[in-house]
Nanobody, 124 residues
Framework: QVQLDESGGGLVQAGGSLRLSCAAS????????MGWFRQAPGKEREFVAS????????FYGDSVKGRFSISRDNAKNTVYLQMNGLKPEDTAVYYC?????????????????WGRGTLVTVSS
């Protein structure tokens, strides 16, 4: 069983940056692909980014390409999401997720473990 704990959310002005962290516990996730998803009020959950087990392959949702960057530190059992150029439409609860597989995926159904989320609010 894997427990995921997100942190780093908060209130930021448009154009600003935030770095989210996702610390895994229970067992190592060094052989698991990881991902970030988000859900805004009244909207469906949206894929943000995913990284393979080694960090060598990454995928991004179209709305965040060029602005967000996903990375991981397997020694720390932690995944990060660097968010730059934030926009009000990035406001959402951001969730970290872990797969049982090693390859990066964009479908939420591919991820077996989920954190409780961290709120990001971008003011205009």
């Amino acid at each position: 069983q894997v427990q995921l704990d997100e942190s780093g959310g908060g209130l930021v002005q448009a154009g600003g940056s935030l770095r989210l962290s996702c610390a895994a516990s229970g067992r190592t996730v060094s052989s698991s692909a990881m991902g970030w998803f988000r859900q805004a009020p009244g909207k469906e959950r949206e894929f943000v980014a995913s990284v393979s087990w080694s960090g060598g392959n990454t995928f991004y949702g179209d709305s965040v390409k060029g602005r967000f960057s996903i990375s991981r530190d397997n020694a720390k059992n932690t995944v990060y999401l660097q968010m730059n150029g934030l926009k009000p439409e990035d406001t959402a609860v951001y969730y970290c997720a872990a797969r049982e597989g090693i390859t990066a995926q964009w479908k939420a159904s591919e991820f077996a473990y989920w954190g409780r989320g961290t709120l990001v609010t971008v003011s205009s």
